[in-house]
């Protein structure tokens, strides 16, 4: 079955409103048969007949004023989505889905999310919170168009890129062993529990390649809890349960008032990535808001 087009159904209502083919297809810019034939593709793809011809002049049959009314119809609503388009080209309106693992959309995105917002208030940002695997499966099968993750990701669709760094460091609470120590040799790890994010998170992930840079079996490690979120984590080392590793950020709060110590150990260095996927166009919303946080780095 032939479709309609939105190009005769422009013709259509030109026509029925000047009642006049020649004067119709002047004002569309055609040539008078090309106005003719689309109106007649009409009237044969779906065996109705829209004018009455008189003379030399034409009037609506009644069909032809039913579908009068249809057709402004879509032809506005075609209009409303090329504006649509046209705003969301300029920033105007949309939502941009964003998600982002817990130390990145805690400690580090939202001021970027606030400046984006700011320059462009038009445009609403849905952020939601998971660990790397999470973020990851989230920008895999698209209901996020950006995901934010602190750890390495393996997906060969998926499109990594280097947006900050961020310090990993291991803090215990202040009755900790560790807590008024010198200098701690890699080797001295497993001397104590640990408190560790859940496997899949970034933090995790990244401590653990540490410790196989520091020859230090991730094994050998006592890990007695295992937790779904910093908060949770940071809480349980200044309770006094053992040691962790987490970032520098999440630990700033606890160790400026005391509730946590640092351990004298340095881990390297990690880096904040942004996924996107490679088969699926970038909007100008995701673009921008990577402008603006790449101009902060």
Request: net charge negative.
């Amino acid at each position: 079955m032939l479709l309609m087009t939105l190009d005769q159904l422009r013709v259509y209502v030109a026509v029925a409103e000047r009642q006049h083919v020649t004067r119709a297809a002047e004002a569309l810019n055609l040539a008078q048969s090309a106005a003719s034939a689309a109106i007649a593709a009409l009237e044969a793809q779906h065996g109705a007949k829209l004018f009455h011809r008189v003379g030399r002049g034409i009037t609506l049959t009644e069909a032809g004023a039913l579908f009068l009314v249809e057709a402004r119809a879509v032809l506005a609503r075609a209009e409303a989505a090329e504006l649509v388009l046209s705003e969301l080209g300029g920033l105007k309106r949309g939502t941009l889905a964003v998600r982002a693992s817990q130390t990145i959309a805690s400690y580090w995105l939202p001021r970027h999310l606030v400046a984006f917002r700011r320059a462009h208030p038009g445009i609403d940002i849905r952020l939601t919170i998971g660990n790397t695997a999470q973020v990851a499966a989230a920008v895999h099968e698209g209901s996020a168009e950006l995901g934010f993750v602190e750890g390495p990701v393996e997906d060969p669709v998926l499109t990594s890129r280097p947006v900050a760094r961020d310090q990993m460091v291991i803090v215990v609470g202040p009755d900790h062993p560790w807590a008024e120590r010198g200098d701690l040799k890699p080797g001295e790890l497993v001397d104590t529990e640990w408190v560790l994010r859940e496997s899949g998170s970034g933090t995790r992930s990244v401590f653990e390649e540490a410790l196989a840079g520091f020859g230090v079996p991730v094994g050998s490690l006592r890990v007695t809890l295992e937790l779904p979120s910093n908060e949770a984590v940071r809480a349980a080392v200044e309770a006094g349960m053992g040691a962790t590793a987490i970032s520098a950020s999440v630990a700033a709060p606890s160790l400026e008032a005391g509730l946590l110590h640092q351990v004298r150990l340095a881990l390297p260095e990690r880096g904040f990535h942004v996924l996107s996927h490679s088969e699926r166009h970038q909007s100008r919303a995701a673009n921008t808001l990577l402008e603006m946080i790449a101009g902060h780095w």
